[in-house]
C-alpha cells in the first residue's frame, strides 16, 4: 500500500515538474485561455490538479510541419491567412522602384561572382606557380653541383692524388 503511494506521489511530482517546464518553455502567444502567468500560478500552487488542467486547457495544439494533408492550405489556424495575406505585411508600393533594387541586386550579386572568379584564378596561378618552384627545387636538388674534390687545387686539370700519397 506505501509503496503504491509513493509511486503515485513520484508520478504526481514528475506530472507537476514536468507541466511546469512545459508553461515555463511555451510560446505566450500560443497558450490556450489563460496569460502565461496565470498558468505559471496555477500549475505551481495546484500542483498535480493545475497539471492536469495545464495539459487539457492551457497547452498549445501542436504545429503542423509541412503541408502533410490535401486540406492544408498553409493558412495560419489562428488567423486564417497564408503569409502574403496577413495583415500587416509589408507590401511594395512602387513596382519601378522594386525592379530597380532587384536590377540593384542582381548587379551587385553578378559583381561579387565576377572578383570571386578572378581571386580563384589569382589563387590557382599562384598555387601552380609554387608547385612549379617546388619541383624545381627537387630538380636542383636531385642534379645538384657535384661534389668538389676537396684534394684538387682551383686551376689543377690533372687527377690529384690524397696528400701524405707515397706515390704522388
Known amino acids: 500500500?506505501?509503496?503504491?503511494?509513493?509511486?503515485?506521489?513520484?508520478?504526481?511530482?514528475?506530472?507537476?515538474?514536468?507541466?511546469?517546464?512545459?508553461?515555463?518553455?511555451?510560446?505566450?502567444?500560443?497558450?490556450?485561455?489563460?496569460?502565461?502567468?496565470?498558468w505559471i500560478w496555477v500549475v505551481l500552487v495546484t500542483s498535480v490538479v493545475g497539471a492536469v488542467a495545464w495539459l487539457v486547457a492551457g497547452k498549445p495544439e501542436s504545429t503542423s510541419r509541412g503541408l502533410p494533408y490535401k486540406?492544408?492550405?498553409?493558412?495560419?489556424?489562428?488567423?486564417?491567412?497564408?503569409e502574403y495575406e496577413r495583415p500587416g505585411r509589408f507590401v511594395a508600393t512602387d513596382p519601378d522602384a522594386d525592379a530597380?533594387?532587384?536590377?540593384?541586386?542582381?548587379?551587385?550579386?553578378?559583381?561579387?561572382?565576377?572578383e570571386a572568379k578572378l581571386q580563384r584564378?589569382?589563387?590557382?596561378?599562384r598555387e601552380e606557380r609554387e608547385r612549379q618552384e617546388i619541383r624545381e627545387a627537387h630538380e636542383r636538388r636531385r642534379l645538384g653541383p657535384k661534389?668538389?674534390?676537396?684534394?684538387?687545387?682551383?686551376g689543377d686539370a690533372s687527377q690529384p692524388s690524397a696528400p701524405n700519397d707515397p706515390t704522388a
Open 121 to 125: 584564378l589569382a589563387r590557382e596561378q
Open 1 to 38: 500500500m506505501i509503496r503504491a503511494e509513493l509511486g503515485l506521489g513520484v508520478l504526481g511530482t514528475a506530472l507537476w515538474i514536468y507541466c511546469l517546464l512545459d508553461v515555463i518553455m511555451a510560446d505566450e502567444s500560443r497558450i490556450r485561455n489563460l496569460g502565461k502567468s496565470t
Open 71 to 82: 486540406g492544408n492550405t498553409g493558412a495560419d489556424r489562428r488567423t486564417g491567412f497564408t
Open 100 to 114: 530597380a533594387f532587384l536590377k540593384q541586386v542582381r548587379e551587385r550579386a553578378e559583381a561579387q561572382r565576377q
Open 147 to 154: 661534389e668538389a674534390n676537396p684534394y684538387t687545387q682551383p
